[in-house]
């Protein structure tokens, strides 16, 4: 008895996460292909961000020295 609603339980949880990666295929990824990308301003964006948590790991690495 314990062994089928174990097994019925891994079914149902197995379905809902490929039914939740299914709808996101189906809808949400042609939705995020419509919108057009600004690429250099997310570059840019990027690098600013990468450039700030350098700076800050360099801040505490000589705080801790």
């Known amino acids: ?3 089928r609603l ?8 197995t379905g809902a996460l490929a039914g939740a990666f ?3 295929a ?7 292909n419509a ?10 964006a ?3 961000f990468a450039l700030l948590i350098l ?3 360099r801040t505490e690495a000589g705080r801790t020295q």
């Open 6 to 13: 174990v097994q019925g339980l891994a079914l149902l949880s």
């Open 35 to 44: 919108v057009p990308l600004d690429y250099a301003r997310t570059s840019a």
């Open 55 to 57: 700076l800050s790991l």
């Open 26 to 32: 189906a809808n949400l990824v042609p939705a995020f």
């Open 46 to 48: 990027f690098a600013t």
């Open 1 to 3: 008895m314990r062994i």
């Open 22 to 24: 299914g709808y996101g």
